[in-house]
């Protein structure tokens, strides 16, 4: 059974820089073919694609963020994490990491984690 | 960047009725798209990817169409725990989500 759950800081100030931790359980991302996201959802608003890490640890980042964005992983500790420098109001948001699905050449997402809520505000 | 555009942006259906959600993108993405569900304080749920392939586990009444640059999501008859807000995404180039489509009770 695939998990995944988000931890960070629920409150950041403006300027700092954000660090959320994905660790999961039922997969590796040492085996080909797996990959882990990030997706953010500001209150009330729709789903924002923010970063995609692969099991030979390619990385994929969304264009308007990726200046601002880092993805890595550590395999022996079934984590991912993610900083966003440079934090602002329009940040806030609930951040997923979610599994990237199996099957070949689709970057869809099978597997989400809960949810973490973070909110910038000085 | 592809923009995905979806259509309408919320509506209200009955249940047992016939629903059908457009999700348009920018330039052409061949079948690269899939569709979630996000019901209010839950993640999202894959239903569908590469346009038409039903996720494992999702009922049938839920269907994909559409290549290049028009999709469809339609649901049969809708069930009291579709009301949901749906989202398109295309893996294409990047990914990029849609603005959502939010199914209300009637």
């Known amino acids: 059974q695939i998990t995944l759950k988000e931890s960070g800081p629920t409150l950041v100030k403006p300027t700092q820089t954000l660090t959320l931790t994905c660790t999961f359980s039922?997969?590796?991302?040492?085996?080909?073919?797996?990959?882990v996201g990030w997706i953010r959802q500001p209150p009330g608003k729709a789903l924002e694609w923010l970063a995609l890490?692969?099991?030979?640890?390619?990385?994929r980042y969304s264009p308007s963020l990726k200046s601002r964005l880092t993805i890595t992983k550590d395999t022996s500790k079934n984590q991912v994490v993610l900083t966003m420098t440079n934090m602002d109001p329009v940040d806030t948001a609930t951040y997923y990491c979610?599994?990237?699905?199996?099957?070949?050449?689709?970057?869809?997402?099978?597997?989400w984690g809960q949810g973490t809520m973070v909110t910038v505000s000085s | 960047a592809i923009r995905m555009t979806q259509s309408p942006s919320s509506f209200s259906a009955s249940t047992g009725d016939r629903v059908t959600i457009t999700c348009r993108a920018s330039?052409?993405?061949?079948?690269?798209l899939a569709w979630y569900q996000q019901k209010p304080g839950k993640a999202p749920k894959l239903l569908i990817y590469?346009?038409?392939t039903l996720q494992s586990g999702v009922p049938s009444r839920f269907s994909g169409s559409g290549s290049g640059t028009d999709f469809t999501l339609t649901i049969s008859c809708l069930q009291s725990e579709d009301f949901a807000t749906y989202y398109c995404?295309?893996?294409?180039?990047?990914?990029?989500f849609g603005g959502g489509t939010k199914v209300e009770i009637k």
């Open positions: 979610a599994h990237r699905t199996m099957i070949v050449v689709v970057d869809a997402f099978d597997i």
């Open positions: 039922g997969f590796s991302l040492s085996t080909s073919g797996v990959g």
């Open positions: 890490i692969y099991w030979d640890d390619d990385k």
């Open positions: 330039q052409g993405i061949s079948s690269y």
């Open positions: 590469a346009a038409s």
């Open positions: 995404q295309q893996y294409y180039s990047s990914l990029t």
